[in-house]
């Protein structure tokens, strides 16, 4: 699966493109841990210079607290 490249400049994203960042998050079919990490870290840093277009998809980046 592949991903936007991290070097891509935050500020020329579309909000067309981090839908789909967002979709491959939500759809959780990432052939390894770091690839679903990078997405993540990318709406994090996306989320500090463009946090109009991230804050549909804010959920995305909350952790799940444990349920001990």
Do not use: C, G
């Amino acid at each position: 699966m592949s991903s936007e490249p991290i070097t891509k400049n935050i500020v020329s994203w579309t909000a067309q493109e981090v839908a789909q960042l967002a979709s491959r998050l939500e759809a959780d079919e990432y052939t390894t841990i770091f690839d679903s990490l990078k997405d993540w870290e990318q709406l994090k840093r996306l989320q500090y210079i463009r946090p109009d277009l991230v804050k549909p998809y804010v959920h995305l980046l909350e952790l799940e607290e444990d349920e001990d």
